[in-house]
Structures are given as structure tokens and as C-alpha cells.
């Protein structure tokens, strides 16, 4: 496998890296933590590492140090497509170098060979009560994989902690390669046919996924790769990537960790900012019968702020800039259909949000986030069952998660294990 080969390539100099860090500087304090911030949910402190991605304040997430913009241009793409390959994304995030065509082929044949879902998945799923949410079936279905683990089964015979970045990568690439054709499955039992979908390994990731979910619409080919790759990493911390580290560092399997990490995005704090976003957006074009003027998308936002609600999809974080992510969805939706209805609502509050966050002096970041049209795209191709939404980011996430996974196995992190106080210590520390 051609991410074997690169991973195991890389991994004489990076062990030698940590293991200088940690002899020379281990001692050296990288942060201070507040009291604040312990009973804050640990915002902002500096506790985890990983060179999948970073957020940059003023520039957005960096996927191995490159931006979105640099990203989507130098990847490479299949022929006649506006998107890159997912499978160039993936080998990005694993390897760290820009792959060629072929190599982005590489790993999407890889897929192709991993795609297939045994039928005992199908018939998990089919067996759940019929109103069961998508992101149930969707954990469920991951952990109905188990059984397949590679990691799991070489543990269990005695494999060396160094060497068990060979079954997790070889676990990752499966988990991935099936998690499209596990999504649209569970779309078509919930909404439609409930037939169970093939793979067809003349495509790629993104178009396989386009024609197993339905979506005529050529360019739902070009949105899938986009979204996919958009939504595939944003640092350790979020709470679906913190949870697949967390469980995976007790050495659990990547179906087990995944399937964790799919419960923590499920929460309505997490992965379901998209979903509200654009209800949001939906009850203005209610409201006004279509698009608001500025005005009345000024007034309407002071009337949300000032009975005590928020505006969804505006605000971050981190960045202190309008995200990339968002950036590159608006222009997506700018070009391929700028009479979409929801899509003219999100134009005029991108215009007139910011400032009215600024002018109300709350929100250290005014600008769009993600979420604020990440929905409007899906909606637009037919995807109108919102609580399918959080599965498609799911998929995409697996990306991130499971590249870090395998790096943290392959350098050998230890099971993570932070200390607890009291309250009363809190008071005593604060006592001075």
C-alpha cells in the first residue's frame, strides 16, 4: 500500500524527533492553565499534539501546514472536475506531501478494494426500529465492523507497540473506504429505497458517493469532494477528534475509537451546528417570503440578539478571520446556483452580520464560520432530511481521525490520563 510505504519512510526521523524533545526539553513548560479554563471545559489549553492540522487565528485550519485555498488548488483532480480527490487529501494528511495524480489514484484503488460492506452491517441496520436517528445507525454500523480489526487481531497475538501503526493504517483504510457506502445506505433505509448501494471502482470517492446517495446533479460529484474534504480535520481538540484520540489511546481498535468519536459528534454542542444553521436561515426566508433586504436582515438580527438568542454559523473559536472553509462553500454555491432562494438569504447575512456583531461588541470573531452554509449546499441538491446531515460530516471527518490515529500509534503516545482536582483545591489555589 502506497501510504504504508510513505508512513514507514518517514518514521525513523519523526521517532527521533520526539524522542529528542521529550530527553532535552521535556521539563520546559509549554502553557500556563487558569481556573478558568479547568471548569471551562479546558478551552484553549495547550494539552494535545498533533501534525495533522492546526487552526490558524487569521488564516484557518492548516491541513499539514498548508491552507484551504493552497489545498484545494494543488491537489490533484480527476479530469473535467473542479474538486480534488479525496484519496490526494488523505495521502496529504498521512504522508504530509502534496501526492501526484497517481498517487491520489493510489489510495482511491485502495478504497475501491475496501469498500465492500459485509451484509451483516446491512442487516444490523435493518433490524433498528425505524425512527432511529441516522447517527445511530451510523455508530452502530461502525462498530458492527469490529470484527474486521487487523489492529485488534494482531494485538491480541503479541504485536510490538511500534509496529501497530501497520494494522491501524490498514484498519483506517478500510473504515474509510466503507464509510461512504454505509452513509448512503443508511439515507436510502431512512428516506428511500433501502437498498444497499455498490461501490463502482471506475469512480472516485467523491463521484461514488454522488451516484450511491442519487444525486443527479453532475456537479453534487465536485460538492461531495469539497465537503468531504472541508470537513476532514480541525486540530485534536474538537470533540469528535479529542474522543477518537482519548479512546484509541487506551489502544482500542479504530472501529471502537471511531464509533466513539461519531457519539461525541452527534451532540447537539458538536455536529449539529450545520443542522441549525439552516433552520435558521429557512425561518428567515419564512419570515420575509423569500431573501430580506438589508434592512430587514438588520432588524431581524437585532431582534434575535436582543431577546437573548445568538446567530447561528457566525462566531469561532479560534479564528479571527471569515473561515476558509466557509469562504470556499460560498463561492461553490456563488457559482453554481446564485438564485438558490436559501443561498440568497445566506448573501445578505453574510453582508450584514458581521458588522451588527461588531457594533453589538460580544463575539471576538464576527465572521462566518463553517456551519453557517455547509447546509444550504446540501439542501440545495435534494438533501433536505436534516438529520442525515451530521452523518455526511462524519464521513468527512473519519479523514482527519483516523490520519491521526495512525500517527499516534506509530509514535507510540501513551494512554491519555489527566489529573483531577477538587473544587475546594480550586478555592485553596485561588486563596493563594
Known sequence: MILHDKIDAQLPEWRDRVVKLLKEHGDTVAGEVTIKQIYG???GVKALVTDISYVDPNEGIRFRGHTVPEVLKKLPKPDGAEMPYVGGLYYLLMVGDYPTKEQALA????WAKNADVPKHVFDTLRTMPKDTHPMVLFSQAVLALQGTSKFAKQYAEGIGKFDLWKPALDDAVALTGKLGVIAAFIYRLKYKDGVAPKYDPNVDYGANFARMMGIEAKEYEDMARLYFILHSDHESGNVSAHTMHLVGSTLADPFHSFSAAMDGLAGPLHGLANQ????FLMDVQ?????????????DFCWETLNSGKVIPGYGHAVLRVPDPRYTAQFEFAKAHFPDDELFKVALVMNKVVPPVLKEQGKAKNPWPNVDAISGTLQYHYGITEFDFYTVLFGVGRALGVTANYVWARALGQPIERPKSLTTKMLEDIAAG
Open 41 to 43: 471545559g479546558i478551552r
Open 107 to 110: 489510495v482511491e484503488a485502495e
Open 276 to 279: 441549525n444553521c439552516l433552520a
Open 286 to 298: 419564512k419570515k420575509f417570503n423569500g431573501a430580506p433586504d438589508e434592512d430587514q436582515m438588520r
